[in-house]
């Protein structure tokens, strides 16, 4: 499966949305330190995803996510975390 995403900074008002196919280990890369436009940002916790069987599905949707209707549509989305 693929997913599309939204994390959180825990500590900064700082959203990320991305794609991945382990939803797990693409947060473990985050908060660890292998993104560098997130590392500032790190711990991050996940606010909102979506699965997907097809990677472009997934880039689709993440691209959505990233347009001004798509921040509309996730703004109520993204009240509380997700525990993986």
Not at 12 to 25: P, Q, T
Not at 30 to 37: E, F, K, Q, R, V
Request: hydrophobic content about 35%; charged content about 25%; glycine content about 6%.
């Amino acid at each position: 499966m693929f997913y599309a995403y939204v994390i959180k900074s825990v500590s900064f008002n700082y959203f990320y949305k991305g794609h991945c196919e382990d939803l797990k280990m693409g947060l473990k890369q985050h908060n660890s330190g292998m993104t560098a436009s997130t590392k500032p940002y790190i711990p991050f916790e996940i606010v909102y995803f979506e699965e997907f069987a097809i990677r472009e599905e997934a880039i689709k949707r993440e691209k959505y996510f990233k347009s001004a209707a798509g921040r509309k549509f996730l703004k109520p989305k993204m009240t509380s975390g997700f525990n993986l």
